[in-house]
């Protein structure tokens, strides 16, 4: 069976739809720009892998001056372990006896693992699993208005820390959190009681790591953060455009889609359904713009079609078999949909990628 993966050298409209496509000279311009602004402003920064799950995007991360990468989940972190790479932080709560057997055997093959906990009950965990020939990293979560996992308070904060410090087989390597976009200011009042209530108790907050794609060019806002997490910003997509976070000349990613149908005067279908693009929407009424076709609009997904509104059109839509460029909403969903990325420059195929830590969910 011929496969359906293009060879180097192959035009991009020679290519099987629907396909997402990555264009080389705005990922390495991405990576390169945000690793400058860090730079200039003496933070680190870690990447999260779970946008693109690609080693060799995380070696180009690396290479360009990363300090590790930011993985979500274990099995996550055991695919760029299995490539080399040494300084990994999981960004999740690890609970149940099966997940924290596969943590200990990840930390026991690496340099340096660390994880994250918000409760009691997760430290426990840990401290239950590890031992203190070789203690665990954790830093402790918090939430500064993203309102989603992390403790409420410095006070808290602070209070975990000490349970962390306590335990032999644990040590305790600093705070983190996952901020609400425009939330350096709250990050900044975070950050900066809770290392002077631990400082208070004698005890070093090393890493004070803040994240996030929206807030990466307002680091500089939050000086107590010593490290930054992004992921998004290496693709980049429709609601970073939207939020001012960068330009359409520094999208990375579309996904190749053809027309596969004209059933009506208003109405077209094209070949990339849920299954190829997200069905997050991130406050948008439509399922991805197509580009060079203002007001055409994805109004609903099924498996394998995508509808399309072009009443409202403003030149005329593509013919059946014609290939249109989507700009995803949410990019880091489709790298997830899909074996391989096939990268281009100038519409001419480079290189074939496995996803290789796609569907690492646990």
């Known amino acids: 069976m011929t496969s359906p993966w293009p060879d180097i050298g192959t035009p991009l409209e020679q290519i099987l739809t629907p396909m997402p496509v990555i264009d080389e000279d705005r990922l390495a311009a991405n990576i390169r720009r945000a690793q400058a602004y860090f730079d200039e402003h003496g933070k680190?920064?870690?990447?999260?892998?779970?946008?693109?799950?690609?080693?060799?995007?995380?070696?180009?991360?690396?290479?360009?001056?990363?300090v590790g990468i930011n993985c979500q989940k274990i099995s996550e972190a055991e695919v760029f372990a299995d490539a080399g790479f040494e300084d990994i932080l999981i960004t999740y709560n690890i609970l149940g006896a099966a997940k924290l057997a596969r943590l200990r055997a990840l930390h026991e093959r690496m340099a340096h693992l660390s994880v994250v906990a918000d409760s009691a009950t997760t430290v426990d965990g840990l401290a239950a699993a590890f031992d203190g020939a070789r203690p665990l990293t954790v830093l402790v979560e918090c939430d500064t208005g993203g309102r989603?996992?992390?403790?409420?308070?410095?006070?808290?904060?602070?209070?975990?820390?000490?349970?962390?410090?306590?335990a032999p087989a644990l040590r305790f390597g600093g705070i983190l959190t996952y901020p609400a976009p425009g939330g350096a200011m709250?990050?900044?009042?975070?950050?900066?009681?809770?290392?002077a209530l631990l400082a208070a108790k004698g005890i070093d907050c090393p890493v004070r790591s803040s994240g996030g794609?929206?807030?990466?060019?307002?680091?500089?806002?939050?000086?107590?953060?010593t490290e930054h997490r992004a992921g998004t910003y290496v693709y980049n997509d429709?609601?970073?455009?939207?939020?001012?976070?960068?330009?359409r000349g520094d999208l990375a990613m579309h996904i190749l889609a053809t027309v596969v149908s004209r059933p009506a005067e208003d109405r077209a279908?094209?070949?990339a359904g849920s299954k190829a693009l997200t069905s997050d929407l991130l406050g948008f009424s439509d399922f991805g713009e197509i580009e060079g076709y203002e007001g055409a609009r994805i109004v609903s997904l099924s498996e394998e079609h995508a509808v399309v509104d072009i009443g409202d059109c403003r030149k005329s839509f593509p013919a059946i078999g014609s290939v249109v460029h989507i700009v995803p909403n949410h990019t880091c969903v489709v790298s997830n949909l899909f074996d391989r990325?096939?990268?281009?420059?100038?519409?001419?195929?480079?290189?074939?990628?496995?996803v290789a830590a796609r569907g690492t969910v646990w």
Do not use: Y
């Not at 920064?45 to 991360?61: G, L, M, S, Y």
């Not at 429709?238 to 330009?247: D, I, K, L, N, Q």
């Open 44 to 66: 680190a920064f870690r990447p999260h892998i779970k946008t693109h799950k690609i080693v060799a995007v995380a070696e180009a991360q690396r290479a360009a001056g990363a």
């Open 148 to 166: 989603r996992c992390g403790v409420q308070t410095p006070e808290a904060a602070t209070e975990l820390a000490v349970r962390i410090a306590a």
């Open 186 to 195: 709250a990050v900044e009042a975070f950050m900066a009681e809770t290392i």
């Open 213 to 225: 794609s929206p807030d990466l060019w307002k680091s500089h806002l939050v000086p107590s953060a």
């Open 238 to 247: 429709r609601s970073m455009v939207r939020a001012g976070h960068c330009t």
């Open 269 to 271: 279908v094209l070949d």
């Open 341 to 354: 990325m096939v990268f281009h420059r100038n519409g001419v195929v480079t290189r074939v990628e496995d």
